[in-house]
């Protein structure tokens, strides 16, 4: 079973650094490399507009990293970060942001 990380509060945080994750989450620091990243997926629901109805799925070793679209730090991490750094599949991305409806949309596979 996958240890499941939320980066849901302001004092959470999520970013790559020399080719290192760095997810803290309820005061604790999580560091993977970045090769050990097998799939990232955008996971979508049928709360929009009104609620944050997109998260993004970082699964690296045992763990899932989750991040929602709201969050400070996935714009940055997605756009700047770990999409500069993976072959990322934008075109689902856009599906992604699109979809009124529960959905996962894989941009990244190992």
Excluded: W
Excluded at 50 to 57: I, P, R
Excluded at 84 to 105: G, H, Q, R, V
Aim: charged letters at 30%; proline letters at 2%; hydrophobic letters at 40%.
């Amino acid at each position: 079973m996958r240890n499941k990380i939320r980066v849901e509060t302001e004092e959470d945080s999520l970013y790559l650094a020399d080719d290192k994750i760095h997810a803290i989450a309820d005061s604790e620091e999580h560091i993977y490399e970045l090769s050990s990243v097998t799939k990232i997926l955008v996971l979508t629901t049928d709360k929009g507009p009104f609620y944050d109805d997109m998260c993004l799925a970082v699964e690296v070793g045992d763990d899932v990293i989750f991040i929602m679209s709201e969050h400070r730090c996935y714009k940055s991490f997605l756009f700047d970060q770990i999409g500069k750094a993976l072959p990322i599949d934008y075109e689902k991305i856009i599906e992604a942001s699109a979809c009124t409806e529960n959905c996962m949309f894989e941009i990244y596979t190992k």
